[in-house]
């Protein structure tokens, strides 16, 4: 079975996700260093802020 990443990226647009507090905390620095290994310059996963806005 194909995967179409168009399809599901259509599907998900738009949607919001409500604000779950959990036990550890989401770590900026594994992810922008990941963000820099494979070469992905979003700005919304490697600046820090910017996903707020």
Same mark, same amino acid.
């Given at each position: &079975? %194909? @995967? $179409? =990443? #168009?399809?599901? #990226? !259509?599907?998900?647009?738009? *949607? /919001?996700?409500?604000?779950?507090? !959990?036990? @550890? +905390?989401? /770590? *900026?620095? +594994?992810? !922008? !260093? *990941?963000?820099? &290994?494979? $070469? $992905?310059?979003? +700005?919304?996963?490697?600046?820090?802020? =910017? %996903?707020?806005?």
């Amino acid at each position: &079975m %194909a @995967y $179409d =990443v #168009k399809t599901v #990226k !259509r599907e998900w647009e738009g *949607h /919001e996700t409500a604000l779950a507090w !959990r036990r @550890y +905390p989401v /770590e *900026h620095e +594994p992810i !922008r !260093r *990941h963000c820099h &290994m494979i $070469d $992905d310059a979003n +700005p919304l996963s490697s600046r820090r802020g =910017v %996903a707020r806005r």
